[in-house]
């Protein structure tokens, strides 16, 4: 999983478009798949760092909650339906978005893309 944000962390530096969208966004995010932690911190649209957790010491603006199996499902090629979408995991009970929510909706496409980072190549 974690080489998997790493890899996300480089495409993100390598996607300029993306950067702008997230110029304003400068937080701290927690993403829990299973009982795993992972701190992203995030400076002007930028991925600056990941620290593995858990830590009770890190704040964090708002997590994303899920297992593995759902974030294999989302992360593939073309996810199944329910598994496109991160508002579609939560839809399904598979994601649980907790913490400041209105920081999540103002930036809400820049995460988005962020997080589709993740998905495999679509073959051609």
Known sequence: MLERIKAMQQALARTPHLVRL?????????LQVDEAEYYLHFDKGELVAIE?????????????RTDAAA????????????????FGLVKIDRARIDGDI???????????????????????
């Not at 593995?52 to 994303?64: E, N, Q």
């Not at 974030?71 to 598994?83: D, K, M, S, V």
């Not at 209105?102 to 051609?124: M, T, W």
């Open 102 to 124: 209105l920081c999540l909706v103002k930036n809400l496409r820049f995460f988005k893309e962020f997080l589709s980072l993740g998905r495999e190549e679509v073959p051609a």
């Open 71 to 86: 974030l294999r499902a989302y992360w593939t090629a073309r996810p199944t339906p329910g598994f496109h979408d991160l």
């Open 22 to 30: 997230g110029r304003l966004f400068s937080e701290t995010v927690l």
């Open 52 to 64: 593995p957790g858990p830590s009770r010491k890190i704040a964090w603006c708002f997590a994303i």
